[in-house]
């Protein structure tokens, strides 16, 4: 496995390219999960992880979880809050000029109002992996794969910053300060994934494990 991710000068640390068809995120994390833990992805696909994934989120909506330095969140508002960027929805907040990341804005307890977000309606939506009319995963679901499949998952963008998803919240730091370590300095062997993400399209590289960047 080691080997395997280790980046190759012909392919610019790129492991898998998937199409771009809406499922992008999900055929990379797919792709990782049958690489890291085999005997868990074996005979799954885009629509059965799509599936794990909102059952999850419907049985733990109320799970508060912590944003980089933003306040804590439940599952169920980082939804709306994905559902409202991904539609462009404006959600009346009592904070504005919040930052944005992979095109989610970051949220905080405090930019929360009363709504009629369903979330029933969310689950339902992302179930669907029909190519090219189904809604794309972002920051939620990759955060609900690494709570579920006890893994981390690296994000690297384009704007030289790297999102770090594990089961207790979402960092985002600046590339050059990876560590080997989770956020309380304690070495991880939990399995690593390495994605990229670029022009709204994520590709699953190839990196040296578990921490450093992916070679180009």
């Known amino acids: 496995l080691y080997q395997q991710m280790k980046s190759r000068s012909d392919d610019d640390g790129v492991l898998y390219d998937p199409p771009k068809d809406e499922n992008c995120l999900f055929r990379v994390l797919l792709k990782g999960l049958k690489r ?7 005979g799954m696909t885009t629509k059965s992880l799509r599936a794990e994934l909102m ?4 049985l733990h909506k109320d799970k508060v979880v ?15 809050d994905q559902r409202n960027a ?25 930019q929360h109002t009363p709504s009629g ?27 609900l794969f690494a709570l579920k499949y006890d893994v981390v998952v690296v994000i690297h963008t384009e704007d030289d910053r790297v999102k770090v998803i594990s ?13 080997g370590t989770d956020d309380d300095n304690k070495p ?8 990229s993400y670029q022009k709204e399209h994520y590709k699953l590289l190839r990196a040296e494990w578990p921490w450093s960047q992916p070679e180009s």
Do not use: W
Request: aromatic letters at 6%.
């Open 117 to 143: 977000f369903d979330i029933q309606k969310y689950l339902k939506e992302m179930r669907d992996d029909t190519p090219y009319k189904c809604k794309r995963g972002g920051c939620l679901e990759y955060y």
């Open 86 to 110: 991904r539609d462009g929805i404006q959600q009346p907040t009592q904070q504005q000029d919040t930052p944005e990341r992979d095109g989610i804005q970051q949220p905080t307890q405090q």
């Open 167 to 179: 089961d207790d919240r979402v960092k985002v730091i600046v590339k050059g300060d990876l560590k």
């Open 55 to 58: 059952k999850y989120l419907e």
């Open 36 to 42: 890291a833990q085999p005997n868990i992805a074996e």
């Open 188 to 195: 991880t062997d939990k399995p690593t994934m390495h994605l």
């Open 66 to 80: 912590k944003i980089d330095s933003a306040d804590v969140i439940t599952l169920k508002d980082l939804a709306e």
